[in-house]
């Protein structure tokens, strides 16, 4: 059998080890001068996306006031042919800001839409005499009262928040984003 000779180094020597171990290591974690630095940058940055974040949220307001105005005439469309009836849709008591709302022919409201944000107007032009959309039971616009309809949607805080919904004399809606609305 090989003798081998264990060294058991003492405990004194040991501890001058770890502790020379621990010092050489380098210090993990940010200096306040970096942190600083991170935070001015981060601003900075933040700063210059604030202006275009601000006209994407425009914009989408815009779009969605659009998409829930072509859902609202698609649906009044689909009342007046499936109860055979007229059906409309007109705008809430102080304009189409305040919302709309869908009625029978016996004024009993189908479906009522609360007021869009306080960022977005809405205007409305009729080729008819009245001023509100009025759905046939072919599912076509009544030609006198309505004739064609374009809604003019506008962000009062972006130029690029701006939608326009029209409709055909056949009834049916759709968005596009021109101006000024044909």
Known sequence: ?????????????????????????????????????TVVIAGILASLAIPAFSGLMAEQRAKAVATDLVIALTKARSEAVKRNAN???????????NGWQITDTSSNILENHGAVPTAIAISAAFTGTGPSVIYQSSGRLHPTSTGAVSFTITSTQSASGYRCVTTDLGGRPNTKKTSPCP
């Open 1 to 37: 059998m090989n003798n081998i000779l264990h060294h058991q180094p003492d405990s004194a020597h040991c501890m001058r080890n770890r502790s020379a171990v621990k010092i050489s290591q380098p210090m993990a974690g940010f200096t306040m001068i970096e942190l600083i630095i």
């Open 87 to 97: 059906v409309t849709l007109a705008a809430n008591a102080g304009g189409w800001q």
